[in-house]
C-alpha cells in the first residue's frame, strides 16, 4: 500500500511525528526559513539534508508531495495552502486559514478548483471534553442552544515583542480577536451553525501602553448572532496581566446548560444541568485526552487532539470524503474574528459576516 507523502512548512513538531507514525502516511519532506530551526526538524526526524527546503516554492517542486502542513505563521497560511493545492497537494492548515477575508474567499474557490481536500488543524473541537459536549448538543440534551460564550485569554508578549531586542514580531499586527477560532470553532461544531451578524469591542492598550499597534490592544470582546438565531460571545487577550492561560465555554439550552469550569485553573473539570434528569447542577469531568488513545500520543501538548485530527484528515483522503472542518468551515471560523475587529474600530457597529461555499 503505498504512503501519502507529507511535507511540513514551519518549525513545529507534532504533526510531523503523527503523520510518520500514521500507517498511511510519511514525512518525506521539510521547510523552514530559518536554518536552525530547519536542522532541529531535519535531525528529529532522521531526514537527509535533501529532504529539507528553505525556500517553500522549491519544497513544493522539488519534493514531490501530496500532502502538505502548513505552520507558519497566519499571514503566509492562505498564500501557501493556495499554492500547495494548485500544485496538487491536499493540505492541513494550522489556524486561522487566513488574515483577510478575499484570502478566504480564495482558499474556497481553489479548493473547488482543484478537488483537492483542505482541513483546518483546529485542535480545540478535538478536545475530548468539547468532542462529548458535542454529542450532548446533538442528542439534544439541552434543548435548543440560544446562547454561548467563548473565552480565551493567553499572554504571549515575548510574542508581540521581542524581550530582548525589543524587535515588534508578527502577532504585533494581528488583532487579539482575530486568532477566534480556538473559542468559536467548537461552539459553531456543537450548535452545527454558522455566523451571520458580528460587532466588537476593543482598543485600549493599558498593559503595553508604549506599543500602538493592534496586537497590543488589551481584550476585545466580540458578540455574533446565527444563521439558527442563538447569541455568541468571544472574549479574547494575548497581552493580559494573568496567569494560568484558559479556555472557558458554557451554553445555554431551553433544556440545560453545560460549563467548563475548572479548566481555566488548570484543572479538568465543568458543571451541567440538564431538566428532568438533575435535581441540581452536577460536576462533570471535562479531560482535553480521550482515554482510549495510545498512552504515547497523551503527552503531545494538547491531549489527543491532534491524534485524532489527523486520523480524520488521512481518511477524508483515503476515502474521499469531506474532512470535518473542510475549507468551508475553517473560513467560516475564520471571518467573524476578523469581521469583529473591523467592527470594533468603527464604533462597535454591526457587520454583516459573509459566508463562502
Not at 35 to 41: D, F, G, I, R, V
Not at 57 to 78: G, N, Q, S, W
Not at 207 to 231: C, N, R
Not at 322 to 346: F, N, Q, Y
Request: charged share 25%; glycine share 8%.
Amino acid at each position: 500500500m503505498k504512503k501519502l507523502r507529507v511535507g511540513h512548512v514551519g518549525g513545529r513538531s507534532v504533526y510531523p511525528r503523527l503523520f510518520n507514525a500514521h500507517p498511511r502516511t510519511e514525512t518525506v519532506a521539510v521547510c523552514d526559513i530559518n536554518p536552525a530551526a530547519l536542522e532541529n526538524m531535519r535531525a528529529t526526524l532522521g531526514l537527509s539534508k535533501s529532504q529539507c527546503f528553505l525556500d517553500y516554492d522549491e519544497f513544493l517542486r522539488k519534493a514531490d508531495l501530496d500532502v502538505v502542513v502548513i505552520a507558519t505563521p497566519i499571514p503566509f497560511h492562505a498564500e501557501q495552502a493556495i499554492k500547495a493545492m494548485e500544485n496538487g497537494a491536499h493540505v492541513l492548515s494550522e489556524v486561522t486559514a487566513a488574515n483577510r477575508i478575499e484570502d478566504c474567499e480564495r482558499l474556497v474557490r481553489t479548493v473547488k478548483k482543484t478537488g483537492v481536500k483542505y482541513m483546518l488543524a483546529e485542535n480545540m473541537c478535538y478536545f475530548h471534553f468539547i468532542r462529548e459536549w458535542t454529542k450532548i448538543v446533538h442528542e439534544g440534551r439541552l434543548g435548543r442552544i440560544y446562547y454561548a460564550e467563548g473565552e480565551y485569554i493567553h499572554q504571549v508578549r515575548d510574542l508581540i515583542r521581542d524581550p530582548v531586542t525589543g524587535e515588534l514580531k508578527w502577532r504585533a499586527y494581528r488583532p487579539p480577536i482575530h486568532y477566534i477560532s480556538h473559542s468559536l470553532g467548537p461552539l459553531l461544531m456543537m450548535l452545527d451553525d454558522r455566523v451571520v451578524k458580528a460587532t466588537g469591542a476593543g482598543k485600549e492598550r493599558y498593559t503595553m501602553p508604549d506599543l500602538e499597534t493592534v496586537g497590543a490592544i488589551d481584550m476585545q470582546v466580540a458578540l455574533f448572532k446565527t444563521e439558527k438565531g442563538a447569541t455568541i460571545k468571544i472574549l479574547r487577550s494575548q497581552v493580559v496581566a494573568r496567569e494560568p492561560p484558559f479556555h472557558y465555554f458554557v451554553l445555554y439550552g431551553s433544556k440545560g446548560c453545560i460549563e467548563n469550569t475548572g479548566f481555566r485553573l488548570g484543572e479538568e473539570w465543568g458543571v451541567m444541568y440538564v431538566e428532568d434528569e438533575d435535581k441540581a447542577v452536577r460536576r462533570i469531568e471535562c479531560p482535553i485526552s480521550n482515554p482510549e488513545a495510545p498512552e504515547e500520543v497523551k503527552k503531545l501538548g494538547h491531549g489527543t487532539s491532534e491524534y485524532y485530527l489527523v486520523r480524520d484528515f488521512v481518511e477524508a483522503i483515503v476515502n474521499d470524503k469531506k474532512p470535518p472542518i473542510d475549507v468551508v468551515k475553517g473560513v467560516d471560523m475564520t471571518i467573524p474574528g476578523i469581521i469583529a475587529h473591523e467592527a470594533a474600530m468603527k464604533g462597535e457597529v454591526w457587520l454583516d459576516v459573509p459566508h463562502f461555499e
